[in-house]
C-alpha cells in the first residue's frame, strides 16, 4: 500500500469558533444513527453563521472537532461554526457555544473536487488510513473541516485539518 502524505503541514496559532455542536462516534456516523449531516442543515437552515455576522473574522465555515474521549474510538463533540474574534460575546445565544482550538501543527488534506459531503467523507477514509501509518501520531486537540464561503456544494473542495504531536 503506498505512503499516504498531506498536502501540507501548517502551524496555526489558537483562534475561537462559534456555532452549534453536538456529541457522536465514528460509528454512529458510519450508520444511519449520523447527527453530523443534521447539524450541517440546521446550521444552514437557521443560517447560524449570519447571526454571528458582526463578530465573524473570514469568511467560509468550520466543521471542528474536539473533546475526544478516546482519539477516533470514543466519543467526540463536532461544532459546525464560523471564526470569530477572541473577545466574542454571546447574547441570549442558548445554543451557541464557543470553543477556541489550540495552537498547533497540522496535517492538511485537501478534497478532490466533486459533491463536497461524499469528498469529505472520501477524504476521511484516506485520514483514518493515513493515521494507521508508523510516525503519523494525530494529536486529538481538535481537528477541522474549512469551506469557503462560495464554496459549490454540487462541485467544491474543501480542506481538513488534522492535529498532530
Known amino acids: 500500500m503506498e505512503r499516504i502524505v498531506p498536502a501540507r503541514i501548517e502551524e496555526l496559532p489558537s483562534f475561537t469558533l462559534a456555532g452549534i455542536s453536538t456529541v457522536t ?3 454512529a456516523e458510519l450508520s444511519k ?5 443534521k447539524l450541517f442543515e440546521q446550521f444552514h437552515s437557521q443560517d447560524i453563521g449570519k447571526k454571528l455576522g458582526v463578530t465573524i473574522q473570514e469568511d467560509g465555515h468550520y466543521s471542528c472537532y474536539f473533546n475526544y474521549e478516546r482519539g477516533d474510538a470514543g466519543l467526540y463533540e463536532v461544532m459546525v461554526s464560523v471564526h470569530v474574534r477572541e473577545a466574542f460575546q454571546l447574547q441570549n445565544q442558548d445554543m451557541i457555544k464557543t470553543f477556541t482550538v ?41 481537528d477541522f473541516e474549512f469551506y469557503s464561503k462560495d464554496i ?4 467544491g473542495q474543501a480542506e481538513i485539518y488534522i492535529s498532530i504531536i
Open 25 to 27: 462516534t465514528n460509528e
Open 33 to 37: 444513527d449520523g447527527k453530523i449531516g
Open 102 to 142: 489550540p495552537a498547533a501543527k497540522y496535517a492538511v488534506f485537501v478534497t478532490e473536487r466533486g459533491p463536497v459531503i461524499e469528498m469529505v467523507q472520501r477524504a476521511w477514509a484516506t485520514i483514518w488510513q493515513w493515521s494507521q501509518q508508523p510516525g503519523n501520531n494525530r494529536a486529538f486537540t481538535g
Open 152 to 155: 459549490n456544494p454540487e462541485d
